[in-house]
């Protein structure tokens, strides 16, 4: 079985535009989150979503968006990117109790 | 708040036993995880606690103490390869927000 796959895995922006990343959940996993670790901290979580619903959202400020699809997969965006946007950001898949993680896409803003 | 603490950095060598503990105050408690992170690569579940007492997994295991908001990772045979960083995780509620603890980033000696 594949597991949450994300991507791109590298991204690199300039500060104002805007970004969308996707992540493909475990298949038969309806729930993900996702979640963004800065160098040296860990993982702050952003949103989740379940069945298409959003179920948690993070204190980030309302330039994050995401949605989920019928497939459950999932995309974040991010508009005006700043340069603290800079990150690993990382999707998570659930169907029971364990939570998986992506690999991640690094997005860089300069 | 929710605050999750634990040692920024630790030092153990290959074959003996490491401890990495974590303390917790969030609103509510639903789980704790340890997950650990190898430099540029995403978390890896390794525990997933709800209930107090010690879980073992191979040379892994984890202990639980709700009462007290306090978890510990025990390492036993330590190799190289478990130079890495551990994270602990709380999820407070019934949804996926997972709390994190900022890492420890365990360093292993020859």
């Known amino acids: 079985d594949a597991g949450v796959t994300q991507s791109p895995t590298h991204l690199i922006k300039t500060r104002g535009q805007q970004v969308t990343l996707r992540c493909s959940p475990i298949s038969g996993h309806k729930s993900v989150s996702w979640y963004q670790q800065v160098l040296g901290q860990g993982p702050q979580f952003i949103f989740q979503?379940?069945?298409?619903?959003?179920?948690g959202r993070g204190n980030f400020p309302d330039r994050f968006s995401a949605r989920q699809f019928p497939n459950y997969s999932s995309e974040l965006n991010v508009n005006a990117l700043l340069l603290g946007d800079s990150a690993l950001y990382l999707c998570?898949?659930?169907?029971?109790?364990?939570?998986?993680f992506g690999q991640g896409t690094r997005l860089t803003v300069v | 708040g929710q605050n999750i603490d634990q040692p920024t950095e630790m030092t153990a060598t290959e074959g003996a036993i490491v401890q990495i503990n974590c303390t917790y105050q969030t609103s509510g408690f639903n789980g704790l995880f340890w997950y650990q992170q190898h430099a540029g690569e995403a978390p890896t579940f390794l525990s997933y606690?709800?209930?107090?007492g010690l879980e073992e997994k191979g040379r892994f295991s984890s202990f639980l103490s709700r009462s007290k908001g306090y978890s510990y990772l025990l390492l036993k045979e330590l190799q190289m390869k478990d130079s890495a960083s551990y994270l602990c995780?709380?999820?407070?509620?019934?949804?996926?927000?997972?709390?994190f603890g900022k890492g420890t980033r365990l360093h292993i000696l020859p």
């Open positions: 998570a898949s659930r169907g029971g109790t364990e939570a998986f």
């Open positions: 606690n709800v209930l107090d």
């Open positions: 979503y379940y069945e298409k619903e959003e179920r």
């Open positions: 995780a709380v999820r407070a509620d019934r949804d996926d927000k997972i709390i």
